[in-house]
């Protein structure tokens, strides 16, 4: 099929370079003409696994091209897939100001009917608004536009293989055509006939994914529910761990044996600094106003977000209790994206971290292995360093913020002899607290016994 994507972001780069990769011919456009110019230079504007090389191989293949021109895209794709961000208003609200802007779009430029579909995390009813925008903006050129809620459940780090082998692909539909016409863009990935472009050992062994149709209502709020109760697990256990703290017992534990309950299950009930990046806390956020629109009192994801913030004020309080003032610390920062495999720092927990113990006077050496050039636009003078030993130098305390897996792999010999003070503040519970004070070192992490 003829496929347009609009939004070449974290979603819109993988969804396009992946139905490209599964056979279809796709053309991808972004109001952001620096971003095309730098893919169609054969460069990533993102660091995505397995991205590039996919990329790479349908741009050769002639099956993925970018292009500045959207009215082109439109016209070309018998399917538009919107990819735009709907990041947070002041309010807390979604800001749909992208999602209208291309619905003016694809209204305008289309010469010929189209499968619009909603991929952007919407609140539920934008479908009805985007039928409406879509019917309004394009009255006069009397194309037909049916419109499709398909949310995405990628995470960054694991997007392609998210894409390719996902566990359920959500399809909100209206009437049976549009079905059948999602099913036949997703059918490689749901009879799993696409040629994996993965090495052997790569390729998950998992069932194939069920293709799941709802109302487009249903299909909106699945995406926000399914978020929102994400990040409803993950302050759960954050709250279980300060009781650990208090009550000397060891959060680890306790999550482990919880998570072993298929009921409740493993993942995501992992205590440290609390979620980031732009999905979890904007999804919530937006999901806590929907609710207090529709007069629904859903304050248990308030207490989500609350302590989710405190998270850092706890984390501050750990660090003063070691470092006692902060001013004229020298403090080296291990990771700054929101979490591993990612340059992405978005509402990162770093980036609140950065910017408090900076206002306290502590000065900051940090090492990530993909974000630091992004936190530079932001921070430009903090000291990056070429390696996590170099950050460790001369340090009076060593902070642990990203659960990077070659930050457990250290020479923690090295790094003892490098700091100036051997003190560990572990955000993420990486490394084992028997081991490292075995070595000589103070560590201290979140909802573990002292
Ligand atoms: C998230 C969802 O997992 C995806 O399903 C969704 O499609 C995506 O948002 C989106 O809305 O687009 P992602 O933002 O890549 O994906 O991040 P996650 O891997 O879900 O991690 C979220 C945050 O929670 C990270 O800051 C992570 O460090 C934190 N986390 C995760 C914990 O603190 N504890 C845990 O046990 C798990």
Known sequence: MKIAVIGCGYVGLVTGACLAEIGHHVVCTDN???KIHTLNAGKLPIYEAELDGIVARTRADGRLTFTANAGEAVRTGEAVFICVGTPPLETGD??????????????????SSKLVIEKSTVPVQTGQQLKRALAVYGRHGGVEFQVVSNPEF????????????????????DNGEAEKKLREIYRPILDRSFKCPLPDAMRPKVPLPTLIVTTINSAELIKHASNSFLALKISYANALADLCERLNANVEEV?????????????????????????????VQAFIRLAEKAGVDFTLLKEVERINKRRIDHYLEITRHALWVLKDKQ???????????????????????????????????????????RTRALYPNLRYTKDEYAAAEGAEALMIVTEWTQFKQLDWERVYKA??????????????????????FEYHSVGRPE
């Open 94 to 111: 979604a800001d749909l100001s992208a999602i209208d802007n291309v619905a003016r779009l694809i209204a305008t430029e289309a010469r």
């Open 255 to 283: 999550t482990r044996a919880m998570g072993m309950d298929p009921r409740i299950g493993p993942q995501f009930l992992k205590a440290g600094l609390g979620f980031g990046g732009f999905c979890l806390p904007k999804d």
């Open 32 to 34: 952001d003409e620096a």
């Open 154 to 173: 990628l995470r960054e780090g694991t997007a392609v293989l998210d894409f390719l082998y996902p566990d359920r692909i959500v399809v909100g539909v």
């Open 331 to 373: 403090i080296g920062m291990l990771g700054l994206a929101f979490k591993a495999n990612t340059d992405d720092i978005r509402f990162a927990p770093a980036m609140d971290l950065i910017k408090r113990l900076l206002a306290e006077g502590a000065k900051i050496a940090a090492y990530d292995p993909e974000a630091m050039e």
């Open 419 to 440: 700091m100036a003070r051997p003190l560990i503040l572990d955000g993420r519970n990486l490394l084992d607290p028997a081991k490292m004070r075995g070595m000589g």
